[in-house]
């Protein structure tokens, strides 16, 4: 059973415009939620975290919203731009642990 | 080179064929992961490793061996490779989890292919 889900396998956004990556998870131990974006044949890299006592964390452009009561997350990229397109994986830990449970990633494409 | 490299970046074997892949952080970090990325299943942990000579399963180790004599490489061994193995491979650590969290650091990956 997945416990980090996102539901949405692809996007497709405008240049300019905001792009939205949900993420939905059901253990309720996990205190911890970081995003990571992933370029063909490269790595994932580490985007932006939020822990569980907050509810936003604004980095740049990149926005991580939590909603405890309703186990999800969301990014926002606002405004989104050809180079954001890449793959990004949402996952949790739990209990103050070093261990990531990453869901199955959504690929974001910006069009010019 | 500093950070997390694995090699090689690409292998093709054969069914049935030992293949070992290879991590090496410069960081000093305590922990070290590997996971495979598969399609529909974004990415598995397959072991990890919180100290030099500790080792655990993730959630897909059977197939799969590890070790860690030294704190800075994280060998991963395909005891007898088989198809349902290819896949692409991350290698990452992480140091131990302060207050503000937990970020792992990955390394390129290896596309390993088994015929």
């Known amino acids: 059973d997945q416990q980090v889900k996102q539901n949405s396998p692809s996007l497709s956004v405008q240049e300019g415009r905001i792009s939205i990556l949900n993420c939905d998870y059901t253990?309720?131990?996990?205190?911890?939620f970081l995003w990571y974006k992933k370029y063909p044949a490269e790595g994932p890299t580490f985007l932006i975290s939020?822990?569980?006592?907050?509810d936003k964390n604004e980095d740049g452009r990149f926005t991580v919203f939590l909603n405890k009561s309703a186990k999800h997350l969301s990014l926002h990229i606002v405004p989104s731009q050809p180079g954001d397109s890449a793959v990004y994986f949402c996952?949790?830990?739990?209990?103050?642990?070093?261990?990531?449970?990453f869901g199955g990633g959504t690929r974001l494409m910006v069009k010019p | 080179d500093a950070g997390i490299t694995q090699s090689p970046r690409y292998k093709i074997t054969e069914t049935g064929r030992q293949v070992t892949l290879m991590c090496h952080q410069t960081w000093s970090h305590s922990y070290m992961f590997w996971y495979r990325q598969d399609l529909g299943h974004g990415l598995r942990l397959i072991y990890y490793s919180a100290a030099a000579d500790i080792t655990d399963k993730g959630e897909v180790p059977d197939g799969y061996v590890v070790s860690r004599s030294k704190t800075e490489n994280f060998p991963l061994t395909l005891e007898s490779a088989t198809r349902s193995q290819t896949s692409v491979y991350f290698c990452?650590?992480?140091?131990?989890?302060?207050?503000?969290?937990?970020?792992?650091?990955f390394g390129p990956g290896t596309r390993l292919t088994v015929l």
């Open positions: 939020i822990s569980s006592i907050k």
């Open positions: 996952a949790a830990s739990a209990n103050a642990g070093n261990m990531l449970t």
């Open positions: 253990n309720s131990m996990f205190d911890y």
């Open positions: 990452a650590s992480s140091e131990i989890r302060l207050a503000g969290g937990n970020e792992q650091f």
